[in-house]
């Protein structure tokens, strides 16, 4: 008798235990899965805007709508030097959009990896940008050549230049894109097309875009780099609206990059003004 109760007993405590633990299992899973949520979350308004908001393609109908604009008194006041004339744009999120890549982070629960970014571009899938290629086969017809000095890597150039051949970008050859061969600052690239050619116009959807003047400044010192120059964009530099990623957020105050969200919402919190 004695030994049925204590058998009992047993078979109870580790039933017991093993609840236990499969509640705190659970318990870790839901906090994960709260932690994915929170990245997910961060990810959805601005990828929903680029793709479903007709604000957006307003914006940058009207920044290309600015660049064309601008072109002829650019190409009338170009150095007479005898270089002919460039413009020199970035890709992504400036002519190509990207959001579906955005849409499969949220899809997939997962952060950004150059393998998924990788799986992405070899897709060369990615549309244009509303207003980019009438703008820049506008700029072919006066004389003006594009360089597409871009972020991707070296093994993603044939793919890209496919790519925007496909949307009717001109001048979609490796002699016109430059992408990454080691550090991302892209001046040694502008150089390189400088050499050459006389750049009339920049077009982006970060400010490094435009000048490494930028590059590494934080947020305060961004915007006095932005008034200093203010009259340049809207004329020769024309900036793109990207709400999904870019350089601002690394300028924060207190945000460290390649830390985990919830590791920098502090950091983001910090920096809203409210009244």
């Known amino acids: 008798m004695k030994r049925n109760l204590l058998l009992k007993g047993l078979i109870v405590a580790f039933i017991g235990f093993v609840l236990v633990y499969l509640h705190k299992d659970c318990l870790k899973e839901e906090g994960d899965s709260k932690n994915q949520k929170v990245y997910n979350e961060k990810l959805l308004m601005p990828t929903l805007f680029h793709q479903k908001a007709a604000e957006m393609s307003a914006l ?10 601008s072109l002829d008194e650019l190409i009338r006041t170009a150095p007479e030097n005898g270089k002919p004339l460039a413009i020199v744009t970035d890709v992504d999120e400036t002519v190509l959009d990207n959001s579906p890549f955005e849409a499969k982070l949220i899809e997939l ?3 950004y990896t150059s393998e998924l970014w990788d799986d992405w571009c070899l897709q060369g899938s990615a549309k244009a940008i509303s207003g980019a290629v009438d ?17 991707r890597k070296s093994h993603l150039e044939d793919v890209t230049v496919q790519n925007l051949k496909k949307e009717g970008f001109p001048f979609a050859n490796a002699d016109h894109v430059f992408p990454r061969e080691g550090v991302s600052n892209k001046e040694s690239r502008r150089q390189e097309v400088a050499k050459d050619y006389n750049i009339i116009m920049y077009c982006g959807d970060v400010l490094p875009d435009f000048s490494d003047k930028f ?20 004329r020769s530099f024309i900036v793109l609206p990207n709400v999904m990623y870019g350089d601002w957020i ?4 207190g945000f460290v990059v390649g830390a985990a969200h919830e590791e920098n919402k502090e950091a983001m919190l910090n920096n809203i003004s409210s009244y």
Do not use: C, M, P
């Open 215 to 234: 590059e590494g400044l934080k947020s305060e010192h961004r915007y006095n780099l932005v008034d200093s120059l203010k009259a340049e964009f809207g």
């Open 135 to 151: 703008f820049f086969n506008l700029a072919k017809e006066k004389g003006v050549k594009t360089f597409y000095i871009t972020n």
């Open 109 to 111: 629960n997962e952060e």
């Open 60 to 69: 940058t109908i009207q920044a290309y709508n600015s660049a064309a604009n």
């Open 250 to 253: 690394k300028s924060l105050e």
